[in-house]
């Protein structure tokens, strides 16, 4: 122990296959995870919350796996199960600061969670009384097994997984019920139809929720359909796919054993080159996130076009009253939730770029664009999930129709005139729509002034709430 070079702090030596390092006295991780800090003072986001979790779920599965075959002393393993528990319980959150943009395949992270693993294991085994034979080893103990080449690709897929299902679909199957219990208070509520932003033929209301309740149901099966690919691990694959220096079934018993600690279906690869070096899977997931993306772009853009106004816009809705809208303008309240929500999808979209463009990167037995593709598809699975919590509770939950200014658009909308072109053909129907709008007249004074039908016959085919 002693004073740094700076002298600012206490510190402890440790050392690598490259020599002694400065480390803080009281921090957890050693050698590797220091010389990632001081090499990679790179921005500002550090490794996601949800691939430490991965990893400390994979690290305490391996050591299972690992004791179960015979692989590992019984008393080490156990202990860096119960390090693994602590960091699943966020005892230790602060021992992970390294950030993404380091070395491509992620070996550095794979190295801090091994030598905090280590280090509280060994703290625990003296807390305990426990006598080991030789001290836990962040490679020889915590990484047996494993390499980082095949423990990231794995954190990457656990992490995947359980964002889409503990999170995201979840977040947006409740937003589908708040759409479908609006279906039902609107049953038979009648408004206008509109296509490429002009007047269209009617629709019911709840028939526009249940167009927007379908892109969540669409969404949510998609990103199901894209479970199965994510759900087959590299684990086992080691450094280049061959598996070298696992021991036979370690591949297959620690799948399993991830499986048992997550309650998710987890496989192993059958194909670990394909497993290692190719990221398609997270492509095609992600996919379905830019799909959900695009959905919610759309129905946030039907929210405030609908409850644009409140007098000047069409007003056919109303949503809740959050916060003032303007430092100048008294009384003025926006669609903040549709604007959060719709800057949400464009950073997807720019996240499903940066993705693509990651997963082309494999060359031979790796790809080393792995923390990149990290942060932005778990961004996009927590900003979609948060978006979509947040537009349901202060927005969608809250939507009223308008049904006075519904009635009167409706009954003023030149394409109701569609119901006559079985009655006069589409070219007079055309006739009248022209004359109403540019005399400004009903569509009921332009049809009969035009001798087309009988003021009985009009009244009696006319009938906009029935041409839905």
Known sequence: MGKSRDGRGDFRAEHDSLGEVLV?????WAAQTQR??????IGTETMPEGIIRAFALLKKAAAQANMELSCLDPQAGELICLAADEVLSHQHDDSFPLKVWQTGSGTQSNMNLNEVLAR?????AAQKGVSLEKPIHPNDHVNRSQSSNDTFPTALHVAAVLALTEELIPAARRLAATF?????ENEGVVKSGRTHLQDAVPIAFSQEICGWRGMLEAGMEQLEASLPGLLRLALGGTAVGTGLNAPAGFDSLVAERIAALTGQPFVTDPNKFHALTSKDALVFSHGALKALAAN???????????????RLGLGEISIPANEPGSSIMPGKVNPTQCEALTMVAVQVMGNDAAIGFAASQGNFELNV?????????????RLLADAMESFNARCACGIV???????HNLHHSLMLVTCLNPHIGYE????????????????????LGLGFLTAERFDEVFKPEEMV
């Open 24 to 28: 803080p006295a009281d921090a957890l």
């Open 36 to 41: 990632s800090l001081e090499n990679f003072r």
């Open 120 to 124: 509280r294991a060994n703290q625990l």
């Open 180 to 184: 479908e219990r609006l279906e039902r």
């Open 296 to 310: 919610l772009m759309k129905i946030a853009n039907d929210v405030r076009w609908l409850a644009s106004g409140p």
């Open 369 to 381: 664009f792995m923390p990149v593709i990290a942060l932005n598809y778990l961004q996009s699975a």
């Open 401 to 407: 129709a308008n049904r006075e200014r519904m009635a």
């Open 428 to 447: 007079r129907a055309a006739q009248v729509a022209h004359k109403a709008f540019e005399e400004r007249l009903s569509l009921r004074e332009a049809c």
